[in-house]
């Protein structure tokens, strides 16, 4: 085991959770969005991971429009920071209580183009692709490896990396699937996701078969949900990974006290450094995960 000299972190800013009532500084509105990842960025993260949400209700939106506001907010301010948007909305399948065949009204599940359509139009350097399908609790979070495979085409096609999202050993195997395809370019990007309801928990033991199962070339990071994520952290560090922290995580500072994405940036800021590491800035972020140079987001014709 080799601790990480160098270590970026990703900021993960809001997410698509049901947690707007449960900390006021989650951001909803493209302008709150946008105000939360130029703070963490000035905090010292190198990616900010981006959702939208709907600006009167607060729930998960799939509006490029919202996403375009959003990046364009963030561009007008701030070249450098390496903007990653999510490619897992149009996921979310309930069944019915008593009719298993009669969805809830809560699903949302769309085909693989309407779930990067905005990833498309906008052309980010780095986007999520959540690299199989995961009970939440009674939501499922659906997808195939047919999706999957449309999805990664159209990134690679477009210059786009995807950030592989797997939160249990079985969606590394899948991953390795694609790579075998061709359909995911060389040195991967894997973001080890930990303490999902269900998935691989958020222990050094999970932490270390994900990692030892990634193929040899790949870079890595790692998140913990709640209290966990700090503790992840270090243990990413340790184990050679880079960070995510963020509200879609965490909502917590401490026990009983609501964080900020720049707390929970500038926090895992002293645990890197506490560590002996050092934080990379975005143009050696850029570098170390091999991305495109960044562009202004183009108006749509």
């Given at each position: 085991m ?11 800013v ?23 990842a130029?703070?963490?960025a000035a ?5 900010v ?9 607060g729930k998960?939106?799939r ?10 907010r963030i561009?007008?301010?701030?070249m450098?920071v390496?903007v990653?948007l ?9 069944f ?6 009669k ?12 779930r990067i359509?905005?990833?498309v ?11 199989g ?10 997808t195939?490896?047919?999706?999957l495979r ?6 690679q096609?477009?210059g786009i990396k ?7 050993l ?11 395809e061709?359909l995911?370019d ?8 930990l303490?999902?309801k ?6 050094p033991?999970a932490?270390?078969?994900?990692r030892?199962?990634?193929?040899r ?5 790692a998140?913990?949900?709640?209290r966990l994520q ?12 880079n ?7 965490n909502?917590?500072?401490d ?10 940036v ?9 560590m002996?590491?050092?934080?990379l ?13 960044v562009?202004r987001?183009?108006?749509?014709a």
């Amino acid at each position: 085991m080799q601790t990480n000299p160098e270590v970026f972190i990703t900021c993960a800013v809001t997410g698509s959770g049901d947690t707007v009532k449960r900390n006021p500084h989650v951001p909803v509105t493209p302008a709150e969005i946008a105000d939360a990842a130029l703070a963490a960025a000035a905090a010292g993260a190198s990616i900010v991971h981006l959702h939208a949400r709907d600006p009167e209700t607060g729930k998960n939106s799939r509006n490029t429009a919202l996403f375009r506001e959003a990046v364009e907010r963030i561009r007008e301010r701030n070249m450098d920071v390496i903007v990653n948007l999510t490619g897992g909305n149009g996921g979310d399948l309930i069944f019915g209580a008593d009719e298993p065949l009669k969805l809830d009204p809560n699903t949302d599940v769309v085909g693989p183009d309407e779930r990067i359509a905005h990833i498309v139009e906008l052309r980010p350097e780095i986007a999520s692709l959540d690299c199989g399908s995961l009970n939440f609790d009674d939501v499922i979070y659906a997808t195939t490896p047919s999706y999957l495979r449309r999805m990664a085409s159209t990134m690679q096609r477009l210059g786009i990396k995807p950030e592989i999202e797997v939160f249990d050993l079985g969606h590394v195997e899948l991953a390795k699937q694609l790579m075998s395809e061709g359909l995911i370019d060389a040195n991967p990007h894997f973001q080890l996701c930990l303490g999902i309801k269900y998935g691989a928990p958020a222990t050094p033991d999970a932490m270390k078969a994900l990692r030892d199962a990634l193929p040899r070339n790949a870079t890595w990071s790692a998140f913990g949900i709640g209290r966990l994520q700090m503790p992840m952290v270090a243990q990413s560090i340790l184990m050679g990974g880079n960070v995510r922290v963020g509200l879609e995580d965490n909502l917590y500072l401490d026990r009983g006290t609501v964080a900020t994405n720049e707390q929970l940036v500038r926090r895992a800021v002293s645990v890197i450094e506490l560590m002996g590491s050092r934080v990379l800035g975005p143009a050696e972020t850029r570098t170390k995960l091999g991305l495109r140079t960044v562009e202004r987001v183009m108006q749509p014709a």
